[in-house]
């Protein structure tokens, strides 16, 4: 039974073993980033190829839309001569890929970027690097934002809040039960809770959220990434962070794995399936705001592109391209701004991390 396990399930079962159950954040920050088993470390998951197929992979026109809104917001910035364009898990590089050639058009912009990509994956870093090295801009990379200079900002997270780890608490009688890894009678791994409630855990929820029913699941991040887009867009910069999640705060268990293009357990084969959450974008924009950011948002990924000019963009490359390829664009245009619960336009949300003296930002104006 054990040569079936992944090397990971060891390693966690040793854990486990040594120092006992093993908070859910844990484990889903070790299936992601261990240093030898991790998930995002030794292979490229995106595509047809891969497990999962994110946006910039659909069509072209996500990149290119939200490299023209960071000229415009660069522009808005008092187009400042040197400006960093930091992208936090960059993937294949396609999304700043196809950012960097719609930003062409802005000659200045072009010339002012420094591009920082926040990429902790060695097999990833060598792709962006083959397919961002013939774009004549500067490219550096990094293993945390932290680890990026100071400095005007324009920072684009899309689909990387969502593969935080997150903590989960399950209300009993006697208390708020933070939720935990371990090994069950029968051998398997499980999903259990902690044997002494969470001290004080209702002060810091959401009020809102306080009288919530016995065995509801509360879900958190740590407040560490929200708080850092804060502090540096608060001064001089604006953050684009598109994601699926939930505008307001919220209960329930949103886990899931993926591998294959299919969802599966996420106890099964630690290390070998991706492991997301939803965003909580309340939660994120009360932090960056509590240090004196300015919030945009969160709005439908729908509304954000089509406030972009998706759809004109979207006919321009129709018209160019023969008719196999420009049904094929149709239907990257349908997918990325499908309604309904679970069309990505709406799922996605879009939501804006800005200094306060920058204005409206491109496509979050009121309607």
């Not at 998930?39 to 023209?68: C, K, N, W």
């Not at 397919?131 to 990026?148: C, F, I, N």
Request: charged letters at 20%.
């Amino acid at each position: 039974m054990a040569d079936a396990r992944s090397p990971l399930e060891n390693e966690i079962r040793r854990l486990i073993g040594v120092a006992g159950p093993m908070p859910l954040a844990d484990y889903m920050q070790l299936c992601l980033t261990h240093p030898q088993y991790g998930y995002y470390i030794d292979r490229d998951p995106f595509g047809a190829g891969g497990d999962f197929v994110t946006s910039p992979e659909i069509s072209q026109m996500f990149g290119e839309l939200i490299g023209l809104w960071m000229a415009s917001v660069w522009q808005q910035m008092g187009a400042p001569e040197n400006v960093r364009i930091i992208e936090l898990g960059p993937g294949r590089g396609t999304l700043m890929q196809d950012a960097l050639r719609a930003a062409k058009v802005v000659q200045a912009f072009r010339s002012a970027i420094v591009v920082h990509l926040v990429e902790i994956s060695p097999a990833l870093q060598q792709i962006q690097q083959r397919r961002l090295e013939q774009l004549g801009v500067p490219v550096l990379w990094h293993t945390a934002l932290e680890e990026v200079p100071r400095g005007p900002s324009i920072v684009v997270a899309n689909e990387f809040i969502d593969a935080l780890p997150i903590h989960q608490a399950v209300k009993k009688p006697d208390g708020w039960h933070e939720r935990v890894v371990d090994i069950a009678p029968d051998g398997n791994l499980f999903i259990g809770e902690a044997r002494e409630p969470l001290p004080f855990f209702e002060t810091s929820m959401p009020r809102a959220l306080r009288a919530a029913p016995l065995d509801s699941i509360y879900e958190w991040r740590a407040d560490t990434m929200a708080l850092e887009l804060g502090r540096r867009m608060r001064s001089d910069g604006a953050a684009l962070i598109i994601d699926y999640g939930h505008a307001h705060f919220g209960l329930g268990d949103t886990l899931q794995a993926v591998a294959g293009h299919a969802f599966t357990d996420p106890l099964r084969t630690p290390g070998m399936a991706d492991l997301t959450a939803h965003v909580d974008f309340e939660a994120v924009a009360q932090c960056a705001e509590s240090i004196g950011a300015r919030i945009h948002g969160p709005i439908r990924q729908r509304d954000l592109f089509l406030r972009l000019g998706i759809e004109h963009r979207a006919a321009a490359l129709k018209a160019a391209a023969p008719r196999d390829k420009a049904v094929e664009i149709e239907i990257a245009l349908s997918r990325l701004i499908a309604d309904g619960a679970r069309g990505m336009g709406e799922l996605f949300k879009a939501m804006a991390i800005a200094a306060p003296e920058l204005g409206p930002l491109p496509g979050f104006e009121e309607p």
